[in-house]
């Protein structure tokens, strides 16, 4: 007996190295860690830059990409070039030139169609028109293939999960790294959603040269995936007064109430609907709280919205591309906890009664603070100096510290993501949503300030509930989900030390959970006691171990 406990303890102890080897060489292998972290604002400047650097052009087919590249070089030299294709055979072409001057000259130089219903738009988005003669076409040279980044075929389209080879994966831990590299957002469609905002910052430029169009939400914040839909605002680059000019531009006053914001909305809908190449299906949503443009850039295939002066949102995403990258496993844990959300349905793609992604992220990092895998943002806030201040527009106090690699220690909790993941539906499906709100500022519960199903604090405007939309039905849902996920996880962990992601996805099978509690009922006999999981376990080692001896 003690010999096949020796047995079973050595094995275990194989199978838990070769986990944390992957998981160590996974870890080795990005740069998502304290020690390579990129400051939010250098983040979004590099990708601002780009983006300046960039043209997309459709093409007829992948056969004109060599033909594209030779008559681009012409206009400066070529960084990278990228090729996706879009549902209907669309092709299309990002290409990156080593200098912003390289764009401008070609657009100088790009041309409109003649026709008098088509209104002349100089925009980054272009067609190539095919060759008359194919003699000026020459085909990429070896040398041209070596000193460019050419990358045909990129993903646009997020994969089915069921295809990316999960069940060929024994750890979880392995599966869910993998559910993240396979899932989230890739260098084209980060550099395609910057180049979406730099459409409509050129379109204004002329007007407003101080204006600027970022992304924000999870298309910067760590936590995009592919194909998941682009959140634009609208705002003020900070006014340098050049002191020495003595000619002021003349300007109008305008005010940054709700009606003026509320009319921005509509000419923004007006000039995406009527004027700029690709946005299609505009809609004017302006008496929602915060009011949008939605609409679809039919050139990256992918739906956005466009709101105005939202300053609080852009230092949101900061935040959480902060706590994104503290440790290696705050992503992949994000990225399955919305993945079981969305294929359980407890979300959807259109705002409702239900809970939002938004909200499952701070609840996921919540539990992380618990774990003192992250830091709660009182921590944050204390370690702010000057160059981190932030009052926004509206008043609200956004200053936490950004160089968070200042803060770097050793973090304690080694717990593998699978452990983590359990940790997580078993840390909730127990928690007191009744009387508990979370506050990510403290690192802990407080109680609730008003009735709401869920109340997640605002880790930035304090005052309100961000999860205010959820409903006490829908509520109810969640917690059962989370109740059936710790225990189809508990269940499959303890029994069979293993565990497919896939069986999370698939959502909670009664019929199965009803068969094998009625077997463990038969088997612990005389017993007045619940029936508990431990019970399953207990029952399946007995077992085993008889086998064994
Ligand atoms: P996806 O589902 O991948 O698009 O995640 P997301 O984080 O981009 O969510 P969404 O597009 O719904 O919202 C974009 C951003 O707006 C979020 O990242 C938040 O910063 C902010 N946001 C979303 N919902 C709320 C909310 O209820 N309250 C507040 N204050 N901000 C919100
Ligand atoms: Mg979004």
Redesign the pocket.
């Known amino acids: 007996m003690n010999k096949t406990c020796s047995l079973r303890r050595l094995c275990n102890l194989h199978e838990y190295l070769i986990k944390q080897h992957r998981v160590i060489r996974y870890k080795s292998n990005t740069c998502n860690d304290l020690n390579s972290f990129v400051l939010y604002d250098k983040f979004i400047c590099e990708r601002r830059s780009q983006s300046k650097c960039s043209v997309l052009v459709q093409v007829s087919s992948e056969n004109s990409i060599s033909d594209l590249y030779s008559y681009c070089s012409k206009f400066g030299s070529i960084k990278n070039i990228f090729h996706y294709q879009l549902a209907g055979s669309n092709h299309f072409v990002l290409t990156e030139f080593e200098d912003q001057s390289a764009v401008n000259t070609l657009l100088d130089q790009s041309t409109h169609v003649k026709d008098s219903n088509v209104i002349a738009v100089r925009s980054p988005f272009l067609w190539f028109r095919s060759s008359a003669s194919k003699k000026n076409s020459k085909l990429l040279s070896t040398d041209d293939k070596l000193n460019i980044s050419f990358q045909i075929n990129q993903t646009m389209i997020e994969p089915n999960i069921k295809n990316i080879g999960l069940e060929k994966l024994d750890s979880l831990s392995d599966q869910m790294l993998l559910l993240l590299k396979c899932t989230q957002l890739n260098d084209i469609g980060t550099r395609l959603r910057f180049l979406t905002a730099m459409q409509i910052e050129n379109s204004l430029k002329g007007i407003f040269p101080l204006s600027k169009v970022l992304p ?4 910067v ?1 760590s ?3 592919i194909g ?2 682009i ?1 634009l605002v609208l705002m003020d680059s900070e006014i340098k007064e050049n002191k020495t000019s003595r000619l002021i531009y003349h300007g109008k006053c305008m005010s940054n109430s709700r009606t003026q914001i509320q009319r921005n909305i509509e000419i923004l809908g007006d000039l995406l609907q009527l004027f700029l190449p690709g946005c299609s299906r505009v809609k004017r949503i302006s008496q929602a709280r915060v009011p949008i443009v939605k609409y679809s850039q039919d050139f990256v295939g992918v739906e956005c ?1 466009l709101a105005v002066s939202n300053e ?2 852009v230092n ?2 900061e935040l ?1 591309y902060i706590f994104g990258n503290f440790d290696y496993r705050v992503r992949p844990l994000v990225f399955t906890v919305k993945m079981w959300a969305r294929e359980i349905n407890l979300t959807n793609d259109t705002p409702g009664r239900w809970i ?4 499952l ?1 701070l609840l996921v990092l919540f539990y992380l603070q618990q774990e003192k895998i992250i830091p709660d943002i009182q921590t944050l806030v204390k370690q702010a100096s000057n160059s981190d201040v932030r009052i926004t527009n509206e008043g609200i106090n956004c200053t936490f510290l950004r160089d968070v690699s200042k803060l770097h220690k050793d973090v304690e909790n080694k717990k593998t993501l699978d452990q983590l993941l359990l940790g997580f539906f078993e840390y909730f499906s127990t928690f007191d949503f009744n009387t508990n709100a979370i506050s990510l500022n403290f690192g802990k519960t407080i109680n609730k300030p008003e009735y709401s199903a869920l109340y997640i604090v ?1 880790p930035l ?1 304090v005052h ?1 509930n ?2 205010k ?1 959820i409903s006490s039905e829908e509520m109810e849902r969640f917690r059962i989900e989370l109740r059936n996920a710790a225990w189809i996880m508990e269940s499959s962990l303890l029994n069979t030390n293993s565990f497919n992601l896939l069986d999370l996805f698939k959502g909670f099978d009664v019929n199965k959970k009803n068969q094998i509690v009625f077997e463990i009922q038969h088997q612990i006999k005389n017993s007045n006691r619940l029936v508990t999981v431990k019970d399953l376990f207990d029952d399946s080692q007995t077992q085993e171990d008889k086998r064994l001896t």
């Open positions: 924000f939400g999870s298309s914040n936590f995009g995936k998941s839909d959140d919205d609080t949102a949101m995403s959480l939002t992604n938004f909200s992220t605002n405007e309100f961000v999860s939309n």
